[in-house]
């Protein structure tokens, strides 16, 4: 299972799944970690301060501009007016004051660094359908605390 960490406030994180949609992450990220009352929109950024961008890409999954176990500062977006660029300000209170918060490319959209997913040396799991999971119990229309009992 994939995850990622999200730093944000005193110090605080929350881990979150990022197989789903972009902006439904984002969304569920606001609410969690307790920006939900608040109008403007948030996204992640390295540790080292390249911002991801995932709010320009809403509708694609997550999990394809995020590294698996890796931790994310998350930023508030401050829109810029007319000729001034977009900004970011970190939502955790303890970054280094020096750092910036730029998008990694602005021209083409980031993916995560990772193999061609051609790559013969991954391979699937075997699938288990049609095999009975270990520790599961059945009921068989008795009671099997009845059948030992007697």
């Not at 994939?2 to 110090?11: F, P």
């Amino acid at each position: 299972m994939s995850y990622i960490t999200v730093k944000y406030g005193d110090n605080s994180e929350k881990i979150f799944n990022p197989n789903c949609i972009s902006s439904v992450l984002l969304s569920f990220i606001k609410i969690s970690c307790g920006f939900d009352e608040e109008a403007y929109q948030v996204d992640l950024a390295t540790e080292s301060g390249e911002v991801v961008d995932l709010a320009n890409h809403g509708k694609e999954y997550a999990k394809k501009y995020l590294d698996e176990r890796r931790s994310y500062i998350l930023v508030k977006i401050i829109e810029g007016e007319e000729d001034t660029p977009t900004t970011y300000s970190p939502l955790l209170n303890q970054i280094p004051e020096k750092m910036k918060f730029t998008v990694i490319s602005s021209g083409k959209s980031r993916q995560k660094r990772s193999g061609n997913d051609n790559d013969s040396s991954k391979q699937k799991a075997p699938s288990s359908a049609g095999k009975r999971k270990v520790g599961t119990t059945h009921s068989y229309g008795r009671n099997r605390a009845s059948t030992i009992a007697k």
